[in-house]
């Protein structure tokens, strides 16, 4: 069964902490996203990688970073936690042109930032 | 013009009631629509999709209508059951994309009474 596993599933931090949120997908997926999902907003997208070492920015970029190193995986990481950004992140994967073959996404990390 | 407008944002259908929920988007560049199902503590998965050389396309009680010239597509579930209850995501897409980047809609979230 292919999987994408996210390292947490809550997380709470202090405000001006980095955080970082993992992401290991096992299908040999060339893209990986990151989303966060807030109620009444849908998914938005912070930062996709469609190769190792290769990220574009998504519609809210702003307070995040990522890191890819590794084909299986995507960090998504908050360099200074503030409070608007608690909420549940969600990574995906797919291959090349996934969008046609479908996203698989993790069970998300729900993040509060106190 | 990158944007999926999604409505409504909640619904309450009685079970065997047809639940239906409406999505819009800007973008006449794309051309591939799927729909993503996610239950409590689970991240999304794909449920249908349509490309718009078709008017409709059914899998089993769902069945997805798209109207190209209004630049509107819905999913209707027919016999809905409690089972259903979950947030559903339309989503659009360019299918020639590489990077095959999803953009969502804001989500509903159908419950269904016994």
């Known amino acids: 069964d292919v999987k994408v596993t996210q390292s947490s599933r809550y997380l709470v931090k202090r405000t001006g902490e980095k955080v970082f949120l993992e992401c290991v997908q096992d299908?040999?997926?060339?893209?990986m996203f990151w989303y966060r999902q807030d109620p009444g907003l849908g998914l938005r997208l912070i930062y996709f990688?469609?190769?190792?070492?290769?990220?574009e920015k998504g519609d809210i970029p702003e307070g995040y970073s990522v890191s890819r190193e590794k084909k299986e995986r995507f960090s998504l990481i908050l360099e200074s936690a503030s409070t608007n950004q608690t909420s549940m992140y969600l990574c995906?994967?797919?291959?090349?042109?996934?969008?046609?073959?479908?996203?698989?996404f993790g069970s998300g990390t729900r993040l509060t930032v106190v | 013009q990158q944007q999926v407008k999604q409505s409504p944002q909640s619904l309450i259908v009685q079970k065997g009631g047809i639940s239906i929920i409406n999505c819009a988007y800007e973008?006449?560049?794309?051309?591939?629509f799927p729909w993503y199902q996610q239950f409590p503590g689970k991240g999304p998965a794909l449920l249908i999709a349509?490309?718009?050389?078709?008017s409709e396309k059914k899998e089993g009680r769902f069945t997805i209508s798209f109207n190209k010239s209004a630049k509107q597509f819905s999913l209707h579930i027919m016999d809905s059951q409690p089972g259903d209850s979950a947030t559903y995501f339309c989503?659009?897409?360019?299918?020639?994309?590489?990077?095959?980047?999803?953009?969502f809609g804001q989500g509903t979230t159908l419950q269904v009474k016994p």
């Open positions: 995906a994967s797919s291959a090349l042109q996934g969008a046609v073959y479908g996203y698989t």
């Open positions: 299908m040999d997926h060339e893209n």
């Open positions: 990688s469609y190769d190792v070492k290769m990220k």
């Open positions: 973008n006449t560049a794309f051309d591939y």
């Open positions: 349509i490309r718009p050389d078709v």
């Open positions: 989503a659009a897409s360019r299918s020639s994309s590489n990077t095959g980047k999803l953009i």
